[in-house]
């Protein structure tokens, strides 16, 4: 798969950014808390984050190697924040029971079993420790991949994981967690104009095309907009 550029992701207008604020906010962290972020990618979200913990620190993972260098980049030579490489079908690369909080941000839908997932954050959680996670839900820009075959019907995806209210409180549950609360919201995402609608989809959504196969995606979304949908989860480690 391409890799991912770090320093275009970071000069987008991100959506991104509002599901970040909402994330964090739902963890309503402590100054002295240890923070993960799971998915980091540049570490936009991670440093809006750290302004809470004002005594504590953070570690941002995330398997991207160029994400990771841009969030290096971000954070400099702040002695609070620890940047990891680290896959997130496997477990954190943090010792079991050892943070406060997780939090992460349009990332798991990379994911095909948020099963490994939700178990993999609750033995890396302390007790009482808290997750608020967002990511790509049931319905996720089903209007937009509904054009797709308009460009080319052999055009495949990554393997998205899309999923749904149900099956995500039933493996949360498994996992241990209590206070459960997951939702699904509509975020239609209006872009400015064809030449920003075009970056972004190369950057984010659809990074394996060619330039041909991006113009007539930016074309047939005649309104510049994006149909997300977002899955976001609370939960709590007793």
């Given at each position: ?8 992701y970071d000069a987008l207008?991100?959506p ?9 906010e ?12 799971a998915?980091c990618?540049?570490?936009?979200d991670?440093?809006?984050a750290l ?9 941002c993972?995330d ?6 260098d841009?969030?290096r ?5 702040d ?6 490489e680290g ?6 690369p943090?010792?079991p029971?050892?943070?406060d ?7 798991l ?10 178990r ?8 009482g420790?808290?997750i608020?996670?967002d990511?790509?839900?049931f ?7 509904a054009?797709?075959?308009?460009i080319?019907?052999?055009?495949t995806?990554?393997?998205w ?5 149900g ?6 549950a498994?996992?241990?967690?209590i ?14 104009n064809?030449e920003t ?6 950057t984010?959504?659809?990074r394996?095309?060619?330039d ?6 930016s ?7 994006l ?7 609370r939960?709590?480690?007793?």
């Amino acid at each position: 798969m391409k890799a991912w550029d770090g320093v275009a992701y970071d000069a987008l207008p991100l959506p991104h950014e509002q599901w970040g604020k909402r994330t964090i906010e739902a963890l309503s962290l402590l100054p002295t808390e240890l923070l993960l972020d799971a998915g980091c990618g540049t570490g936009r979200d991670a440093q809006l984050a750290l302004e809470q913990l004002s005594e504590g620190s953070l570690i941002c993972v995330d398997q991207s190697s160029t994400m990771l260098d841009q969030c290096r980049s971000r954070f400099g030579q702040d002695s609070r924040v620890q940047i990891l490489e680290g896959d997130l079908d496997k477990a954190l690369p943090v010792e079991p029971e050892s943070v406060d909080a997780i939090m992460s941000v349009a990332a798991l839908h990379w994911l095909s079993d948020h099963n490994n997932v939700w178990r993999h954050f609750f033995a890396a959680l302390k007790p009482g420790g808290r997750i608020a996670t967002d990511c790509g839900g049931f319905g996720n820009l089903a209007k937009t991949l509904a054009l797709v075959p308009q460009i080319d019907p052999n055009i495949t995806f990554p393997n998205w994981y899309y999923a749904n209210v149900g099956d995500t409180e039933k493996l949360l549950a498994e996992a241990g967690f209590i206070d459960i609360k997951v939702s699904l919201r509509p975020h239609p995402t209006p872009l400015p104009n064809k030449e920003t609608l075009a970056t972004y989809l190369r950057t984010l959504v659809f990074r394996e095309w060619n330039d041909e196969q991006i113009n007539q995606m930016s074309d047939l979304l005649t309104d510049n907009t994006l149909d997300y949908v977002r899955l976001e989860v609370r939960a709590r480690k007793a």
